[in-house]
């Protein structure tokens, strides 16, 4: 678990095996042998106002420290199955979660990465609209 207190992001991460049979091909030819399901939480837990979570970027190395997968520039969230990426905004205290697989050559590895995130400007309040309609 993460927090960014600039933001106000709190970024919980878990990951778990998937049997070999739960995906296809891997193992033959080099390819990946290892999958791994993968869920993000991402919650606002900032004070001020809303934040729009912009994009993603992921390093993912494999036991040898060898970079097998690599997410560059702050691509939006995209999760497993999906053509549509996700720039959620979130007011405090909402939080958005997605999940995914990655697979591997080998049984263990790492995941590094980082969220570009937004502090919007706050929606005015009923009372600072009907004072701007008097104005």
């Known amino acids: 678990v993460h927090t960014c ?3 106000g992001l ?44 912009l994009g993603r970027e992921w390093e993912v190395y494999d036991s040898k420290n060898k970079r097998e ?4 520039g ?3 969230i995209y999760t497993y199955g999906s053509r549509h990426g996700h ?7 909402e939080g958005f979660s997605y999940s995914n697989i990655v697979s591997l ?11 570009a995130v937004q502090q919007l400007t706050p929606a005015p309040s009923r009372q600072q609209k009907e004072k701007g309609a008097k104005e």
Request: proline residues 10%.
């Open 105 to 115: 050559p080998t049984a263990h590895g790492i995941c590094r990465g980082s969220f």
């Open 10 to 53: 709190r970024v919980e991460a878990w990951s778990s095996p998937l049997n070999s049979g739960d995906l296809d091909g891997g193992g033959a030819g080099g390819e990946a042998a290892y999958h791994f399901a993968f869920r993000i939480k991402l919650h606002h837990v900032g004070r001020g106002g809303p934040i729009q979570i």
């Open 87 to 93: 720039m959620p905004i979130l007011l405090p205290g």
């Open 74 to 76: 702050y691509q939006p």
């Open 5 to 7: 207190a600039a933001s």
């Open 69 to 72: 997968k690599f997410i560059p």
